[in-house]
Protein backbone atom coordinates (compact mmCIF):
# COMPACT_ATOMS: atom_id res chain seq x y z
CA UNK A 1 0.00 0.00 0.00
CA UNK A 2 2.54 2.41 1.36
CA UNK A 3 5.05 1.27 -1.48
CA UNK A 4 2.13 1.64 -4.41
CA UNK A 5 1.55 4.82 -3.10
CA UNK A 6 5.10 5.88 -3.48
CA UNK A 7 5.56 5.13 -6.77
CA UNK A 8 2.54 6.50 -7.92
CA UNK A 9 3.65 10.08 -6.71
CA UNK A 10 7.05 9.77 -7.73
CA UNK A 11 5.68 8.19 -11.07
CA UNK A 12 5.40 10.37 -14.27
CA UNK A 13 2.05 8.62 -16.09
CA UNK A 14 -0.95 9.94 -14.19
CA UNK A 15 -4.25 9.23 -15.45
CA UNK A 16 -6.87 11.28 -14.46
CA UNK A 17 -9.27 9.63 -12.09
CA UNK A 18 -13.09 9.99 -13.82
CA UNK A 19 -15.65 10.42 -11.03
CA UNK A 20 -18.12 11.00 -13.65
CA UNK A 21 -19.39 9.22 -16.71
CA UNK A 22 -19.40 11.00 -19.81
CA UNK A 23 -22.64 11.99 -21.29
CA UNK A 24 -23.93 9.20 -23.63
CA UNK A 25 -23.69 10.42 -27.84
CA UNK A 26 -27.26 9.97 -28.06
CA UNK A 27 -30.01 9.25 -25.74
CA UNK A 28 -32.24 6.20 -25.91
CA UNK A 29 -35.79 6.39 -27.71
CA UNK A 30 -37.79 5.29 -24.27
CA UNK A 31 -36.64 4.70 -20.90
CA UNK A 32 -38.26 3.32 -17.60
CA UNK A 33 -37.66 6.24 -15.82
CA UNK A 34 -36.78 9.67 -16.65
CA UNK A 35 -35.39 11.88 -13.83
CA UNK A 36 -35.41 15.75 -14.60
CA UNK A 37 -32.42 17.32 -12.94
CA UNK A 38 -29.02 16.35 -11.97
CA UNK A 39 -28.32 17.78 -8.65
CA UNK A 40 -28.07 15.17 -5.40
CA UNK A 41 -31.64 14.74 -4.72
CA UNK A 42 -32.40 13.52 -8.71
CA UNK A 43 -28.85 11.67 -8.74
CA UNK A 44 -30.02 9.92 -5.31
CA UNK A 45 -33.13 9.02 -6.54
CA UNK A 46 -31.33 7.09 -9.72
CA UNK A 47 -29.25 5.63 -7.33
CA UNK A 48 -31.69 4.00 -5.16
CA UNK A 49 -34.05 3.12 -7.68
CA UNK A 50 -30.69 0.99 -9.81
CA UNK A 51 -29.65 -0.33 -6.62
CA UNK A 52 -32.85 -1.15 -4.31
CA UNK A 53 -35.30 -1.49 -7.16
CA UNK A 54 -33.66 -2.97 -10.06
CA UNK A 55 -34.64 -0.26 -12.27
CA UNK A 56 -31.63 0.91 -14.19
CA UNK A 57 -32.96 1.73 -17.50
CA UNK A 58 -33.19 5.26 -16.32
CA UNK A 59 -31.83 8.37 -17.71
CA UNK A 60 -31.22 11.58 -15.54
CA UNK A 61 -31.56 14.76 -17.50
CA UNK A 62 -29.78 18.12 -16.53
CA UNK A 63 -29.89 20.77 -18.23
CA UNK A 64 -26.15 22.29 -16.72
CA UNK A 65 -23.75 20.29 -15.36
CA UNK A 66 -23.75 17.90 -12.86
CA UNK A 67 -24.61 19.07 -9.16
CA UNK A 68 -24.26 22.73 -10.68
CA UNK A 69 -27.47 23.94 -9.01
CA UNK A 70 -28.38 24.49 -5.10
CA UNK A 71 -26.70 21.55 -4.43
CA UNK A 72 -23.26 23.44 -5.34
CA UNK A 73 -24.97 26.21 -3.45
CA UNK A 74 -25.80 25.67 -0.17
CA UNK A 75 -24.36 25.62 3.33
CA UNK A 76 -23.86 21.81 3.70
CA UNK A 77 -25.43 21.10 6.97
CA UNK A 78 -26.99 18.05 8.48
CA UNK A 79 -29.46 17.94 11.37
CA UNK A 80 -32.75 16.39 12.25
CA UNK A 81 -34.03 18.54 15.35
CA UNK A 82 -36.83 20.01 13.28
CA UNK A 83 -39.96 20.65 15.03
CA UNK A 84 -42.97 18.14 13.53
CA UNK A 85 -42.97 14.86 14.22
CA UNK A 86 -42.81 14.29 10.60
CA UNK A 87 -39.87 16.52 9.88
CA UNK A 88 -37.76 14.85 12.57
CA UNK A 89 -38.40 11.54 11.41
CA UNK A 90 -38.08 12.22 8.23
CA UNK A 91 -34.59 14.50 8.66
CA UNK A 92 -32.84 11.69 10.89
CA UNK A 93 -33.49 9.33 8.86
CA UNK A 94 -31.13 11.01 6.50
CA UNK A 95 -28.73 11.69 9.04
CA UNK A 96 -28.20 8.26 9.72
CA UNK A 97 -28.07 7.46 6.07
CA UNK A 98 -25.23 10.47 5.75
CA UNK A 99 -23.20 8.50 8.49
CA UNK A 100 -22.21 5.82 6.41
CA UNK A 101 -22.57 7.36 3.38
CA UNK A 102 -19.05 7.76 2.78
CA UNK A 103 -18.55 3.51 2.89
CA UNK A 104 -21.76 2.76 0.95
CA UNK A 105 -20.79 5.19 -2.12
CA UNK A 106 -17.26 4.93 -1.93
CA UNK A 107 -16.34 8.15 -1.88
CA UNK A 108 -14.87 10.74 0.71
CA UNK A 109 -18.33 12.98 1.81
CA UNK A 110 -16.05 14.04 4.42
CA UNK A 111 -19.13 14.16 7.26
CA UNK A 112 -17.90 15.81 9.98
CA UNK A 113 -20.40 15.79 12.92
CA UNK A 114 -19.53 18.87 15.18
CA UNK A 115 -22.58 19.38 17.07
CA UNK A 116 -24.84 22.28 16.09
CA UNK A 117 -25.82 25.46 18.88
CA UNK A 118 -29.01 27.37 17.80
CA UNK A 119 -28.82 30.19 20.45
CA UNK A 120 -32.06 31.54 21.52
CA UNK A 121 -31.83 35.33 22.67
CA UNK A 122 -35.16 35.82 24.43
CA UNK A 123 -38.19 34.16 26.15
CA UNK A 124 -40.19 33.39 23.42
CA UNK A 125 -37.02 31.78 21.41
CA UNK A 126 -36.20 30.05 24.84
CA UNK A 127 -39.46 28.43 25.03
CA UNK A 128 -39.66 27.48 20.92
CA UNK A 129 -36.41 25.61 21.90
CA UNK A 130 -37.89 23.77 24.66
CA UNK A 131 -40.71 22.64 22.16
CA UNK A 132 -38.12 21.46 19.31
CA UNK A 133 -36.26 19.55 22.26
CA UNK A 134 -39.27 17.95 23.63
CA UNK A 135 -40.51 16.50 20.46
CA UNK A 136 -36.82 14.97 19.12
CA UNK A 137 -36.34 13.54 22.76
CA UNK A 138 -39.77 11.45 21.88
CA UNK A 139 -38.43 10.81 18.62
CA UNK A 140 -35.41 9.41 20.42
CA UNK A 141 -33.32 12.33 18.62
CA UNK A 142 -30.33 13.75 20.52
CA UNK A 143 -30.96 17.47 20.99
CA UNK A 144 -31.14 19.54 24.70
CA UNK A 145 -31.45 23.03 25.69
CA UNK A 146 -28.60 23.73 27.68
CA UNK A 147 -27.43 27.08 29.59
CA UNK A 148 -24.94 29.78 29.12
CA UNK A 149 -22.53 27.49 31.18
CA UNK A 150 -23.13 24.69 28.55
CA UNK A 151 -22.59 27.08 25.64
CA UNK A 152 -19.21 28.48 26.82
CA UNK A 153 -17.70 24.98 27.18
CA UNK A 154 -18.99 23.93 23.89
CA UNK A 155 -18.30 27.33 21.76
CA UNK A 156 -15.58 29.55 23.53
CA UNK A 157 -15.39 31.83 20.95
CA UNK A 158 -19.17 32.81 21.18
CA UNK A 159 -19.41 36.50 23.06
CA UNK A 160 -22.15 35.26 25.89
CA UNK A 161 -21.67 38.58 27.54
CA UNK A 162 -25.11 40.06 28.96
CA UNK A 163 -24.42 43.86 28.19
CA UNK A 164 -25.57 43.67 24.64
CA UNK A 165 -29.16 44.08 22.46
CA UNK A 166 -28.88 40.63 22.30
CA UNK A 167 -27.88 38.60 24.91
CA UNK A 168 -27.73 35.03 24.55
CA UNK A 169 -29.73 33.33 27.20
CA UNK A 170 -29.75 29.84 26.04
CA UNK A 171 -29.37 27.12 23.20
CA UNK A 172 -30.90 23.84 21.32
CA UNK A 173 -27.74 22.06 21.25
CA UNK A 174 -28.04 18.37 18.66
CA UNK A 175 -24.83 17.02 19.14
CA UNK A 176 -24.95 15.08 15.81
CA UNK A 177 -25.10 18.03 13.98
CA UNK A 178 -22.84 17.86 10.54
CA UNK A 179 -21.64 19.33 7.65
CA UNK A 180 -20.11 17.95 4.41
CA UNK A 181 -18.37 17.98 1.44
CA UNK A 182 -21.49 18.17 -0.77
CA UNK A 183 -20.35 18.07 -4.44
CA UNK A 184 -18.90 14.77 -2.96
CA UNK A 185 -22.39 13.70 -2.03
CA UNK A 186 -23.70 14.13 -5.90
CA UNK A 187 -20.88 12.81 -7.88
CA UNK A 188 -20.54 10.17 -4.68
CA UNK A 189 -24.28 9.49 -5.92
CA UNK A 190 -24.01 9.99 -9.92
CA UNK A 191 -20.83 7.23 -10.02
CA UNK A 192 -22.97 4.57 -7.79
CA UNK A 193 -25.62 5.35 -10.28
CA UNK A 194 -24.03 4.93 -13.28
CA UNK A 195 -22.25 1.74 -12.60
CA UNK A 196 -25.61 0.31 -11.93
CA UNK A 197 -26.78 1.12 -15.87
CA UNK A 198 -28.31 4.56 -15.21
CA UNK A 199 -27.47 7.40 -18.14
CA UNK A 200 -26.36 10.93 -16.93
CA UNK A 201 -26.96 13.09 -19.87
CA UNK A 202 -25.80 16.72 -18.98
CA UNK A 203 -26.27 19.33 -21.22
CA UNK A 204 -29.85 18.10 -21.89
CA UNK A 205 -32.69 20.33 -21.05
CA UNK A 206 -36.00 19.81 -20.85
CA UNK A 207 -38.32 21.78 -23.03
CA UNK A 208 -41.97 20.20 -22.74
CA UNK A 209 -43.95 17.13 -21.15
CA UNK A 210 -46.14 15.17 -23.42
CA UNK A 211 -49.40 14.44 -21.44
CA UNK A 212 -52.12 12.53 -22.63
CA UNK A 213 -55.45 11.43 -20.48
CA UNK A 214 -53.62 12.37 -17.29
CA UNK A 215 -50.79 10.31 -17.98
CA UNK A 216 -47.18 11.53 -19.09
CA UNK A 217 -46.07 9.82 -22.36
CA UNK A 218 -43.19 11.46 -23.04
CA UNK A 219 -40.25 13.96 -22.51
CA UNK A 220 -39.02 16.98 -25.43
CA UNK A 221 -35.37 17.81 -24.67
CA UNK A 222 -33.11 20.35 -26.66
CA UNK A 223 -31.58 16.79 -28.03
CA UNK A 224 -34.74 15.10 -28.90
CA UNK A 225 -37.86 13.43 -27.85
CA UNK A 226 -37.93 10.57 -25.67
CA UNK A 227 -40.59 8.03 -24.27
CA UNK A 228 -41.06 7.35 -20.64
CA UNK A 229 -42.27 5.32 -17.94
CA UNK A 230 -42.60 7.50 -15.48
CA UNK A 231 -40.85 10.38 -14.84
CA UNK A 232 -40.03 12.51 -11.64
CA UNK A 233 -38.66 16.39 -11.29
CA UNK A 234 -36.10 17.15 -8.60
CA UNK A 235 -35.30 20.79 -9.96
CA UNK A 236 -34.86 22.83 -6.68
CA UNK A 237 -35.05 26.67 -7.80
CA UNK A 238 -37.02 25.47 -11.06
CA UNK A 239 -40.15 23.80 -9.67
CA UNK A 240 -42.67 26.07 -10.47
CA UNK A 241 -41.30 26.23 -14.18
CA UNK A 242 -41.17 22.52 -14.94
CA UNK A 243 -44.17 21.55 -12.92
CA UNK A 244 -46.08 24.24 -14.97
CA UNK A 245 -45.26 22.01 -18.37
CA UNK A 246 -47.28 19.12 -16.41
CA UNK A 247 -50.21 21.44 -15.89
CA UNK A 248 -49.46 21.64 -11.80
CA UNK A 249 -49.93 25.01 -10.11
CA UNK A 250 -47.28 24.81 -6.74
CA UNK A 251 -47.65 26.27 -3.30
CA UNK A 252 -43.97 27.67 -4.04
CA UNK A 253 -42.41 30.81 -4.41
CA UNK A 254 -38.66 31.04 -5.54
CA UNK A 255 -36.65 33.59 -3.26
CA UNK A 256 -32.71 33.93 -3.38
CA UNK A 257 -31.01 32.51 -0.96
CA UNK A 258 -27.40 34.52 -0.49
CA UNK A 259 -24.11 33.22 1.50
CA UNK A 260 -20.68 33.82 1.55
CA UNK A 261 -17.45 32.12 2.74
CA UNK A 262 -14.66 34.39 4.71
CA UNK A 263 -10.80 33.83 3.56
CA UNK A 264 -9.35 30.81 5.20
CA UNK A 265 -7.87 30.73 8.67
CA UNK A 266 -6.90 27.98 11.88
CA UNK A 267 -9.40 25.65 12.74
CA UNK A 268 -11.04 27.63 15.65
CA UNK A 269 -14.94 27.06 15.55
CA UNK A 270 -15.77 23.45 15.97
CA UNK A 271 -19.80 23.37 16.55
CA UNK A 272 -22.66 24.77 13.85
CA UNK A 273 -23.85 28.24 15.17
CA UNK A 274 -27.32 29.39 14.52
CA UNK A 275 -28.65 32.61 15.72
CA UNK A 276 -32.67 32.94 14.24
CA UNK A 277 -33.01 35.88 16.06
CA UNK A 278 -30.04 37.05 14.16
CA UNK A 279 -30.70 35.57 11.31
CA UNK A 280 -27.04 34.24 10.91
CA UNK A 281 -25.73 30.89 10.67
CA UNK A 282 -21.89 29.88 10.41
CA UNK A 283 -19.43 27.06 10.44
CA UNK A 284 -16.04 26.68 9.81
CA UNK A 285 -15.30 24.38 6.99
CA UNK A 286 -12.48 21.35 6.60
CA UNK A 287 -10.20 24.46 4.61
CA UNK A 288 -10.74 26.41 8.03
CA UNK A 289 -13.12 29.02 5.77
CA UNK A 290 -16.04 30.72 7.90
CA UNK A 291 -19.21 29.82 5.96
CA UNK A 292 -21.75 32.38 6.37
CA UNK A 293 -25.84 32.67 5.57
CA UNK A 294 -28.39 34.40 6.31
CA UNK A 295 -32.57 35.48 5.89
CA UNK A 296 -33.83 34.83 2.13
CA UNK A 297 -33.40 37.27 0.16
CA UNK A 298 -37.39 40.05 0.56
CA UNK A 299 -38.53 39.61 -2.85
CA UNK A 300 -39.23 36.76 -5.02
CA UNK A 301 -36.46 36.50 -7.70
CA UNK A 302 -35.08 33.81 -10.20
CA UNK A 303 -31.47 34.91 -9.92
CA UNK A 304 -28.84 34.13 -8.09
CA UNK A 305 -26.81 37.28 -7.60
CA UNK A 306 -25.24 39.24 -4.56
CA UNK A 307 -26.12 41.67 -3.07
CA UNK A 308 -24.48 44.58 -0.87
CA UNK A 309 -27.62 44.50 1.27
CA UNK A 310 -27.33 41.08 2.25
CA UNK A 311 -23.50 41.03 3.69
CA UNK A 312 -24.52 44.69 5.37
CA UNK A 313 -27.15 43.04 7.70
CA UNK A 314 -25.43 39.69 7.56
CA UNK A 315 -22.13 41.15 8.61
CA UNK A 316 -23.79 43.48 11.27
CA UNK A 317 -25.45 40.62 13.17
CA UNK A 318 -22.33 38.27 13.02
CA UNK A 319 -20.04 40.78 14.90
CA UNK A 320 -22.38 40.22 17.83
CA UNK A 321 -21.96 36.77 17.98
CA UNK A 322 -17.94 36.58 17.14
CA UNK A 323 -16.95 40.01 17.48
CA UNK A 324 -13.26 38.48 16.47
CA UNK A 325 -14.79 38.22 12.67
CA UNK A 326 -14.19 41.86 12.67
CA UNK A 327 -10.58 40.83 11.28
CA UNK A 328 -11.74 38.12 8.54
CA UNK A 329 -12.28 39.45 5.07
CA UNK A 330 -15.00 37.42 2.29
CA UNK A 331 -13.50 35.48 -0.21
CA UNK A 332 -16.75 34.39 -1.89
CA UNK A 333 -20.24 35.19 -2.44
CA UNK A 334 -23.09 33.42 -4.11
CA UNK A 335 -26.22 32.58 -4.01
CA UNK A 336 -28.82 29.95 -4.54
CA UNK A 337 -32.73 30.21 -5.77
CA UNK A 338 -34.98 28.73 -2.69
CA UNK A 339 -38.33 27.31 -3.64
CA UNK A 340 -40.19 28.27 -0.42
CA UNK A 341 -43.26 26.73 0.42
CA UNK A 342 -46.12 28.48 2.93
CA UNK A 343 -45.43 25.94 5.73
CA UNK A 344 -41.22 25.02 5.18
CA UNK A 345 -42.09 21.67 4.54
CA UNK A 346 -41.34 20.33 1.13
CA UNK A 347 -43.67 19.10 -1.73
CA UNK A 348 -42.82 15.14 -2.62
CA UNK A 349 -44.54 12.33 -3.92
CA UNK A 350 -47.45 11.53 -5.84
CA UNK A 351 -48.91 14.21 -8.43
CA UNK A 352 -52.66 14.19 -10.76
CA UNK A 353 -51.33 13.38 -13.44
CA UNK A 354 -50.27 9.45 -12.75
CA UNK A 355 -47.48 8.50 -13.27
CA UNK A 356 -45.31 11.97 -12.76
CA UNK A 357 -43.83 12.20 -9.27
CA UNK A 358 -42.50 15.36 -7.92
CA UNK A 359 -39.77 16.50 -5.27
CA UNK A 360 -39.84 19.95 -4.58
CA UNK A 361 -40.43 22.58 -2.17
CA UNK A 362 -36.90 22.04 -1.10
CA UNK A 363 -36.45 25.31 0.21
CA UNK A 364 -33.21 26.78 2.23
CA UNK A 365 -33.63 23.03 3.80
CA UNK A 366 -32.70 20.48 0.52
CA UNK A 367 -28.87 19.54 0.80
CA UNK A 368 -29.40 17.48 4.97
CA UNK A 369 -32.42 15.77 2.28
CA UNK A 370 -30.39 14.31 -0.09
CA UNK A 371 -30.09 10.68 0.71
CA UNK A 372 -33.18 10.22 2.68
CA UNK A 373 -34.86 12.51 -0.60
CA UNK A 374 -33.09 9.23 -2.86
CA UNK A 375 -34.06 6.56 -0.96
CA UNK A 376 -38.19 7.24 -0.20
CA UNK A 377 -38.54 8.91 -4.31
CA UNK A 378 -37.13 6.01 -5.63
CA UNK A 379 -39.24 3.38 -3.81
CA UNK A 380 -42.70 5.72 -4.43
CA UNK A 381 -42.04 5.86 -8.08
CA UNK A 382 -41.25 2.04 -7.98
CA UNK A 383 -44.28 1.03 -5.86
CA UNK A 384 -46.47 4.00 -6.97
CA UNK A 385 -47.08 4.62 -3.57
CA UNK A 386 -45.98 6.69 -1.03
CA UNK A 387 -43.15 5.98 1.16
CA UNK A 388 -44.03 6.13 4.61
CA UNK A 389 -41.68 8.74 5.76
CA UNK A 390 -43.05 11.27 2.88
CA UNK A 391 -46.79 10.79 3.38
CA UNK A 392 -47.29 13.43 5.48
CA UNK A 393 -45.58 15.98 2.61
CA UNK A 394 -47.78 15.19 -0.31
CA UNK A 395 -48.80 18.10 -2.68
CA UNK A 396 -52.12 18.05 -1.67
CA UNK A 397 -52.05 18.94 1.93
CA UNK A 398 -52.84 22.46 1.27
CA UNK A 399 -55.91 22.42 -0.20
CA UNK A 400 -56.65 19.81 2.73
CA UNK A 401 -55.71 22.65 5.13
CA UNK A 402 -53.06 19.92 6.72
CA UNK A 403 -49.62 22.02 6.49
CA UNK A 404 -46.43 20.53 8.58
CA UNK A 405 -45.11 23.91 10.10
CA UNK A 406 -42.02 24.02 10.16
CA UNK A 407 -40.93 27.87 10.39
CA UNK A 408 -39.44 27.57 13.91
CA UNK A 409 -36.89 25.36 12.44
CA UNK A 410 -36.57 25.44 8.99
CA UNK A 411 -34.21 27.72 8.57
CA UNK A 412 -33.09 31.18 10.18
CA UNK A 413 -34.75 34.67 10.14
CA UNK A 414 -38.24 33.11 9.25
CA UNK B 1 -27.46 50.09 -3.33
CA UNK B 2 -30.59 49.08 -5.22
CA UNK B 3 -33.44 51.81 -5.48
CA UNK B 4 -37.19 50.86 -5.85
CA UNK B 5 -39.54 53.89 -7.59
CA UNK B 6 -42.30 54.72 -4.59
CA UNK B 7 -45.29 56.17 -6.11
CA UNK B 8 -45.45 59.07 -3.74
CA UNK B 9 -41.86 59.47 -2.90
CA UNK B 10 -40.02 58.74 -5.54
CA UNK B 11 -36.63 56.00 -5.18
CA UNK B 12 -36.15 54.69 -2.10
CA UNK B 13 -33.39 52.42 -0.74
CA UNK B 14 -35.16 48.90 -1.13
CA UNK B 15 -34.58 48.32 2.57
CA UNK B 16 -37.44 50.82 3.38
CA UNK B 17 -40.47 48.48 1.21
CA UNK B 18 -41.88 45.55 1.96
CA UNK B 19 -42.88 42.99 -0.71
CA UNK B 20 -46.51 42.16 -0.08
CA UNK B 21 -46.97 39.11 -2.61
CA UNK B 22 -48.71 38.54 -5.53
CA UNK B 23 -51.77 41.12 -6.60
CA UNK B 24 -54.71 38.23 -7.84
CA UNK B 25 -58.13 38.25 -7.65
CA UNK B 26 -59.77 36.81 -4.43
CA UNK B 27 -62.86 34.45 -4.54
CA UNK B 28 -65.94 35.27 -3.18
CA UNK B 29 -67.31 35.10 -0.05
CA UNK B 30 -68.95 32.07 -0.29
CA UNK B 31 -66.52 30.62 -2.83
CA UNK B 32 -65.44 26.90 -2.00
CA UNK B 33 -62.92 26.12 0.76
CA UNK B 34 -60.69 24.25 -2.30
CA UNK B 35 -60.74 28.07 -3.84
CA UNK B 36 -59.79 29.45 -1.01
CA UNK B 37 -56.80 27.59 -0.07
CA UNK B 38 -55.97 27.85 -3.63
CA UNK B 39 -55.81 31.58 -3.73
CA UNK B 40 -53.93 31.32 -0.26
CA UNK B 41 -51.02 29.09 -0.96
CA UNK B 42 -51.07 28.22 -4.58
CA UNK B 43 -48.72 30.44 -6.58
CA UNK B 44 -47.70 31.27 -10.40
CA UNK B 45 -44.21 31.91 -9.47
CA UNK B 46 -43.52 33.02 -13.16
CA UNK B 47 -40.04 33.47 -14.32
CA UNK B 48 -40.62 37.14 -15.75
CA UNK B 49 -43.23 40.09 -15.08
CA UNK B 50 -45.17 39.26 -12.04
CA UNK B 51 -47.96 42.04 -9.99
CA UNK B 52 -47.25 42.16 -6.57
CA UNK B 53 -48.37 44.34 -3.53
CA UNK B 54 -45.92 46.71 -2.25
CA UNK B 55 -45.47 48.74 1.30
CA UNK B 56 -43.06 51.61 1.71
CA UNK B 57 -42.84 51.21 5.26
CA UNK B 58 -41.92 54.58 6.70
CA UNK B 59 -44.77 56.58 5.10
CA UNK B 60 -46.91 53.67 4.77
CA UNK B 61 -47.48 53.61 0.71
CA UNK B 62 -49.29 50.61 -0.06
CA UNK B 63 -48.74 50.23 -3.93
CA UNK B 64 -49.06 47.75 -6.43
CA UNK B 65 -45.96 47.30 -8.97
CA UNK B 66 -45.33 45.16 -11.69
CA UNK B 67 -41.52 43.19 -11.75
CA UNK B 68 -39.68 41.01 -13.54
CA UNK B 69 -38.90 38.31 -11.69
CA UNK B 70 -35.01 37.33 -14.29
CA UNK B 71 -34.02 40.98 -14.34
CA UNK B 72 -34.78 42.13 -11.12
CA UNK B 73 -36.20 45.32 -12.38
CA UNK B 74 -38.96 47.20 -11.41
CA UNK B 75 -41.63 47.69 -14.80
CA UNK B 76 -43.97 49.90 -13.51
CA UNK B 77 -45.87 50.94 -10.23
CA UNK B 78 -49.94 51.53 -9.97
CA UNK B 79 -52.05 53.19 -7.43
CA UNK B 80 -54.27 50.86 -5.99
CA UNK B 81 -57.60 52.81 -6.86
CA UNK B 82 -56.06 52.22 -10.82
CA UNK B 83 -55.32 48.55 -10.05
CA UNK B 84 -58.90 48.04 -9.26
CA UNK B 85 -60.09 50.15 -12.51
CA UNK B 86 -57.92 48.28 -14.64
CA UNK B 87 -59.61 45.27 -13.50
CA UNK B 88 -57.34 43.65 -10.49
CA UNK B 89 -59.71 43.12 -7.09
CA UNK B 90 -57.52 43.74 -4.53
Same mark, same amino acid.
Given at each position: ????????????????????????????????????????? *??????????????????????????????????????????????????????????????????? $?? !?????????????????????????? @??? @??????????????????????????????????????????????????????????????????????????????? !??????????????????????????????????? $?????????????????????? *???????????????????????????????????????????????????????????????????????????????????????????????? !???????? $??????????????????????????????????? | ????????????????????????????????????? /?????? /???????????????????????? /???? /???????????????????
Amino acid at each position: MVFALLRYGLGRRHTPFRVLPPTPATLKPSYDVVVIGGGGH *GLATAYYLAKDHGITNVAVLERGWLAGGNTARNTAIIRSNYLTPEGVAFYDESVRLYRRLSNDLGIN $TM !VSERGHLTLAHTDAAMRTMRWRAEVN @KSL @KVDSEVVGPDEIARLCPELDLSRDKRYPILGALYHAPGSIARHDAVAWGYAMGASQRGVEIHQGTEVQSLEIENGRITG !VVTNRGRIACGRVVQAVAGRSSEVARMAGLTLPIR $TVPLQACVSEPVKPVLDPIIVS *GSLHVYISQSARGEFVMGGATDPYALYSSRSTFEFKEVLMADMLELFPFLGHARVLRQWAGMADMTPDFSPVMGLTPVQNYFIDSGWGTWGFKATP !VCGLTMAQ $TIATGTPHPLIEGFRLDRFSRFAQLGERGAASVGH | MKLIPCPLNGPRPVGEFACLGPAKPMPADDAAPEAWA /DFAYAE /DNPAGPILEWWLHVPSGTMFVAER /DTVT /DTMIRTLWPADFRAAGGRP
